[in-house]
């Protein structure tokens, strides 16, 4: 597979909605099966400032993406049918340094409208909670 340049040609603009508060944040956008796949990887921390919003065109469809990256990320998913937040996890960077196609390296994705991978600390700034908080593009 070829490693694509990044960040992504593609930007969106994410809208979060808390207790009917509006807030408007810009993302880098991976849209395509290819995007979603690649997410982090071949990045290093300095090159991710902004939020990578993984946008799935078949929600239901399972949709994958290897995370094999040296820094930690919050992941915020989305469901697919009301939009609000289902869970929030941060990823750790992997233990297992010698092989990076170990199964621990891969995320599968099913009943989300997007999810979103953002430097740590975005979670507690916007008040991002599950359940409680409606994303969209």
Partial sequence: MKILNFPFSRSAQISIYNDNILDLIECELASSDVEIFQSLNYRKEKHFKKPLALKFSNPLAKSFSKHFFEFPVEQISVDYKNHTVKSI???YPSTIKSNINTIENF????????????????TKSKNIQIAKTKISI
């Fill in 107 to 122: 995320a599968t994705y099913s009943d989300c409208s997007l999810v979103i991978l953002a430097p740590r600390g975005l």
């Fill in 89 to 91: 996890t941060t990823i």
